[in-house]
T-cell receptor, first 117, second 113 residues
Framework: GAGVSQSPSNKVTEKGKDVELRCDPI?????LYWYRQRLGQGLEFLIY????????KSGLPSDRFSAERTGESVSTLTIQRTQQEDSAVYLC???????????????FGSGTQLSVL | TQLLEQSPQFLSIQEGENLTVYCNSS?????LQWYRQEPGEGPVLLVT?????EVKKLKRLTFQFGDARKDSSLHITAAQPGDTGLYLC?????????????FGTGTQLKVEL
């Protein structure tokens, strides 16, 4: 596709339910990132995928959060037993330089607004 | 943990005014990026600076990377309503695990007519 696509754009769920967020990166981009953004704040790194290497999961806030990526394509971020503090915008970004360049450019999707009631 | 503090957090100005946004850290970065984000959208990259003391200009926007590569500033001349948005700085450190960016706390800019 022309850009990074995320779905759904909005998700409202009840506390305790599981949610799955999807990211379609730009074709050919080897690196994929997930970030969390609370209202009006900066981005909090969650996880990074680079090709077939083991993902960098150092930003995942708890074991309720997990993410997968199939090859260099679609990624899903799963949040189990959602809590109200999980409410935020979840942003996905992809890059063609694979995280190896100091001038790496990230292309972001529009995000998924998650609201946990 | 690398932290990037931005100031001010909020800024509301009139069209035509000048402004400066600061991004500060105690950590050294390989690169420093500035993004602008509009409501309902993801951040869009404005510029990347990689050399200490580097200055880059993008029309009415001037970006500077500190000599020690720990801080940066964004100066906007003659602000326009179209400049309204959330400005984010992001510091990059290249490691074996990739270029994991640390984002700043953000500066919300509103430019009024």
């Amino acid at each position: 596709g022309a850009g990074v696509s995320q779905s759904p754009s909005n998700k409202v769920t009840e506390k305790g339910k599981d949610v799955e967020l999807r990211c379609d990166p730009i074709s050919g981009h080897t690196a994929l990132y997930w970030y969390r953004q609370r209202l009006g704040q900066g981005l909090e790194f969650l996880i990074y995928f680079q090709g077939n290497s083991a993902p960098d999961k150092s930003g995942l806030p708890s074991d309720r959060f997990s993410a997968e990526r199939t090859g260099e394509s679609v990624s899903t971020l799963t949040i189990q037993r959602t809590q109200q503090e999980d409410s935020a915008v979840y942003l996905c970004a992809s890059s063609s330089t694979g995280g190896r360049a100091t001038n790496e450019k990230l292309f972001f999707g529009s995000g998924t607004q998650l609201s946990v009631l | 943990t690398q932290l990037l503090e931005q100031s001010p957090q909020f800024l509301s100005i009139q069209e035509g005014e000048n402004l400066t946004v600061y991004c500060n850290s105690s950590s050294v970065f390989s690169s420093l990026q500035w993004y602008r984000q509009e409501p309902g959208e993801g951040p869009v990259l404005l510029v990347t600076v990689v050399t200490g003391g580097e200055v880059k200009k993008l029309k009415r926007l001037t970006f500077q990377f500190g000599d020690a590569r720990k801080d940066s500033s964004l100066h906007i001349t003659a602000a326009q309503p179209g400049d309204t948005g959330l400005y984010l700085c992001a510091g990059g450190v290249v490691t074996g695990g990739g270029n994991k960016l640390t984002f700043g706390t953000g500066t919300q800019l509103k430019v009024e007519l």
